[in-house]
């Protein structure tokens, strides 16, 4: 019985460092939009863009706290996580509108593989990490949905 929940096991342990890798290059892109964001919408997306980096860190943490508790090592290095996020970091060159577009597809971007990762939860037997991956999708979502407002598209 233990190796048929090995196999959903790792594969939960790859799709949860995958996540760790996510969320460390958000977290330093959301501080180079916060730092460099310029325009008439500075005081708002410069106090948001810093309340979504502190809600990362969260997440960024919560994910590699609960692949330590699966026995798994989270990556650690920015070169890890640059190396398997599918976040791309900021240029640094970005407009405000720019930023907020890029802040929704990277929260759509990682919503997505949040679904894929529940489902293989489900699959390992592990609620606890189903429910993790579900809180910070849901997180994730009310916030793409404001980012949204912002941008006139919702």
């Known amino acids: 019985m233990a190796n048929a929940v090995k196999a959903p096991a790792s594969q939960l342990e790859k799709v949860l460092n995958h996540q760790v890798a996510n ?3 958000l977290y330093i892109k959301l ?3 916060h730092w460099y964001v310029k325009g008439p919408n500075f005081f708002t997306l410069h106090i948001k863009l810093e309340e979504l980096y502190n809600e990362t860190t969260l997440h960024f943490d919560a994910i590699a706290e609960r692949l330590l508790t699966l026995h798994g090592q989270p990556l650690a290095t920015m070169a890890g996580f640059l190396k398997e996020s599918d976040i791309k970091e900021a240029q ?5 509108e720019d930023m907020v577009r ?3 597809a990277d929260f759509n971007l990682i919503n997505d593989q949040l679904k894929e990762g529940m489902e293989i939860a489900e699959k390992a037997g ?3 990490t189903g429910d993790l991956l579900l809180s910070i999708h849901a997180s994730l979502e009310k916030h793409t949905w404001m980012l949204e407002a912002f941008l006139g598209n919702s």
């Open 23 to 25: 969320f460390g290059v």
């Open 126 to 128: 592990d609620e606890t």
């Open 102 to 104: 890029a802040v929704v």
């Open 92 to 96: 640094g060159t970005e407009k405000a």
């Open 31 to 33: 501080h180079n939009f």
